[in-house]
């Protein structure tokens, strides 16, 4: 009886800690570059910016894990928008392919955990300087274990974030 219980206890909290990811993506199709060095702008606000870090780091850690050079930047903006409050001396100096545009669109909270995370993403050709993809990620964390700033749930939405870039024939992998 207690081994029972304990399994079924097991089951529950390995069940409420995982995260889920949705990605819609939308891409232009006459854009046929695939990119190898990515310059992540990051919107943040003062509430978000330590939530926004943690998933730039994130998604830079799974770009470098497909030898895909990558830097962020954190730059306070309640819009999406391309800015001209761009860090241009930054993006220059780094000369990337494309530019990553990262932001919260929304998110919710229980008992003071961020249990779901909404964000929006465009990547931007410099040379054609248009956006040439845009994508919706939706994270759902539960009511588990830490919400969805623990350590594994950021891994699993960085990983999503860059395989479906991959899906979406965006990366140039070798």
């Known amino acids: 009886m207690k081994t029972t219980f304990l399994i ?8 409420c800690s995982s995260s889920v990811n949705t990605i819609e993506s939308n891409k232009d199709e006459s854009y046929q570059k695939r990119s190898s060095k990515l310059f992540m702008v990051v919107y943040t ?31 306070e903006s309640s819009s999406l928008a391309l800015t001209p409050e761009l860090p241009r001396k930054e993006i220059v100096f780094f000369g990337p392919d494309a530019l990553i545009i990262l932001g919260i669109e929304g998110g919710k909270y229980y008992n003071g955990a961020l249990t779901d995370l909404q964000l929006g993403i465009a990547i931007y050709d410099p040379e054609s300087q248009k956006i040439v993809w ?4 939706d994270s759902k964390k ?28 965006l990366l140039k992998i070798d």
Do not use: P
């Open 45 to 75: 606000t003062a509430e978000s910016e330590s939530l926004m870090e943690k998933v730039a780091e994130s998604v830079s850690s799974s770009l470098d894990s497909i030898k895909i050079e990558s830097t962020y930047y954190l730059q």
């Open 8 to 15: 079924i206890t097991s089951c529950l909290l390995f069940s």
């Open 142 to 169: 539960g009511l588990g274990l830490g919400g969805i700033e623990n350590k594994i749930a950021m891994e699993r939405l960085g990983n999503s974030i860059v395989n479906k870039m991959i899906e979406d024939d």
């Open 134 to 137: 845009k994508a919706q990620v």
